[in-house]
Structure formats: C-alpha cells, structure tokens
C-alpha cells in the first residue's frame, strides 16, 4: 500500500511487478541521459556568440542526430515488447478468480471452489475501525495463496471498471459483455490494496480492492469453511 510521501512505485510483491519496476529504472536512466544532454546544449548556445556565415547544410551531423535517437528508442522498445509478452504469459494458475464490477462495489466468484461468490464493499469513513485504512479497505476481503500462479478473471455489470493492484502489476478493465484475463503471482504473504482505476462514476474512488495473501494451508482452511 502506498503511504505518504511515497510518490514512486510501490514495492513489489510478484515477479512481474518487479520486471516493471526495473523497466521504469531502465526507461527513467535513458530520459535522465537524454535531458542532460539536451539541457547542457541548449544552456551552452545562450553563450555562444559565433555564426558561421557559410552554413547551409550538414549532412553527417543530421544523420547522426537522426539514427542516434532511433537506435537509443530501440533500447527501450525491446524491452517493453518482452514485458508486454511476459505479462500475458500464462502459467498453468492453481486458482481462478473472477471478479465482476458493478456501480460501485466489486463482487468475486471462486468458480474451481464450489461456486463461493460474495460481494466486496468498501468500508465508509464512519464505520471505520481505528486500524483501518480510509477509502482502502472493504468488508470482505479476497483471500488467494501466495507462492501460486493466479488467474484473474475481470468483467463488468454496469459501466467499464478496472481491477488494479499496484503491487503485483495487476491492471485490467473490466468491460460489460467481455471477460479479460490476466496473472499474477505473490512471492510474499501480507495485504495488497488497490482502487478502480476506471473512471466509472461518482463513486468511483470507493471500490478498492483488497487481497490478503496467506499460505496454501491458510488459503485451504478459509476456502473450505
Ligand atoms: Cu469502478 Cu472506477
């Protein structure tokens, strides 16, 4: 969960996040290189009190700054393609869970586990515990197995939501009439929160997401009562 002051990424909780996060690293090192450089040129020619009066073309210099940009964008353009194809890879999932958004609350269905399906409602200010995290938690929580490939299932009643959980690099819409997939998968127990991020309405920042990831064991117990 992100806290304060935390303007960057979250830390992650899945292999996958963890590839996002070096990517943004990655992406970040190039555009720093690219300002500096860039910034340092165009501070120099303020200072710059000479004109060549026989300037009026310059070949090699253009195909430099032509083709230099295009091999820098090749550096991060395959990289993004491999995580692009690394995120839709499935890797047979354990556990399938569906969720359904709805104006405004998300609701689940554990189809593998005897159809449990429950609503998921975010827990309003006034009836909020001391410990409780405002606009964030919700009165039922998913709980999945961490150390597991899960597979999500996202789709929409009313309007197009959006199932996001930062941590795990989970982001998918939920769009009526159609059913997205992604995976993920938790090396590491503890709540995940995560919010809507589709702007689906007037209550659209109260339907977060919560999961708790617990050991299979634990996952067994609580899926059997
Ligand atoms: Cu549902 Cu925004």
Redo the contacts with the bound molecule.
């Keep these: 969960m992100s806290t304060w002051a935390n303007l960057g990424l979250q830390d992650s909780a899945s292999p996958l996040m963890e590839q996002l996060i070096f990517f943004h690293d990655h992406a970040l090192l190039i555009l720093v290189m690219i300002t500096v450089l860039v910034g340092y040129l165009m501070f120099m020619l303020f200072f710059n009190n000479y004109v060549n009066r026989f300037l009026l073309h310059g070949q090699l210099i253009e195909m430099i700054w032509t083709i230099l940009p295009a091999i820098i964008l090749l550096f991060i353009a395959f990289p993004s393609l491999r995580l692009l194809y690394l995120l839709d890879e499935i890797n047979e999932p354990s556990v399938t869970l569906k969720s359904i958004?709805?104006?405004?609350y998300?609701s689940y269905e554990y189809s593998d586990f005897n159809n449990i399906e429950f609503d998921s409602y975010m827990i309003p200010t006034n009836e909020l515990s001391p410990d409780g995290f405002r606009l964030l938690d919700v009165d039922n929580r998913i709980v999945l197995p961490m150390n597991s490939q899960i597979r999500i299932l996202v789709t929409?009643a009313d309007?197009?939501?959006?199932w996001t959980i930062p941590a795990l690099g989970v982001k998918v819409d939920?769009t009526p009439g159609r059913l997205n997939q992604t995976n993920f998968f938790m090396n590491r127990p503890g709540l995940f929160y995560g919010?809507?991020?589709?702007?689906?309405?007037a209550n659209?920042?109260f339907?977060p997401i919560v999961i708790e990831s617990v050991p299979t064991n634990y996952f067994i117990k609580w899926i059997s009562n």
């Design positions: 958004g709805h104006q405004w998300w929409a309007v197009i939501h959006s939920g919010q809507c991020s589709e702007i689906c309405g659209h920042s339907m």
